[in-house]
């Protein structure tokens, strides 16, 4: 078996980053919005009963395990790439990502000012891989 070439590799490897950070954004996101004002519960409940609420949502667990993914891949990237390019092209087309779930997923207001940046850095990621 061949290996894959670099830039499919360096690709793979970004858009592993990508889809697990913004799968974690939006997931745990969801789950603060779901649980509501933690101030609210922990005047009631207590910080156990604050943080009972958190621990206890799927959503925020499935969010998490998401996150620590992304985190791996992050590490795994940095050791076989180039930390000039994973680094900014991973965060900026995290942003882009997370700009484009938010408006489909959690139905927020993304205004021309973010999708003109988003626009932006997406030229900017270019301009890093060529």
């Known amino acids: 078996m061949t290996p894959l070439p670099t830039a499919l590799a360096t690709a793979a490897m970004i858009g592993s980053v990508v ?41 925020f667990g499935i969010g998490v395990v998401c996150l620590a993914l992304s985190f791996f891949s992050l ?28 408006k489909i997923f959690l139905k927020e207001n993304v205004d021309h000012r973010r999708w003109a940046a988003a626009i932006f850095v997406c030229v900017g990621v270019a301009l890093l891989a060529f």
């Open 75 to 102: 590490l795994f990237a940095f050791s076989h790439r180039d930390l000039s390019l994973i680094g900014p092209a991973a965060t900026s087309l995290t942003f882009v990502t997370n700009a484009l779930a938010a």
């Open 19 to 59: 889809v697990t950070a913004t799968a974690g954004d939006i997931l745990t996101a969801s789950a603060m919005r779901q649980i509501g004002d933690l101030d609210a519960i922990r005047a009631r409940s207590g910080i156990l009963g604050a943080a009972g609420a958190v621990l206890k949502n799927g959503r």
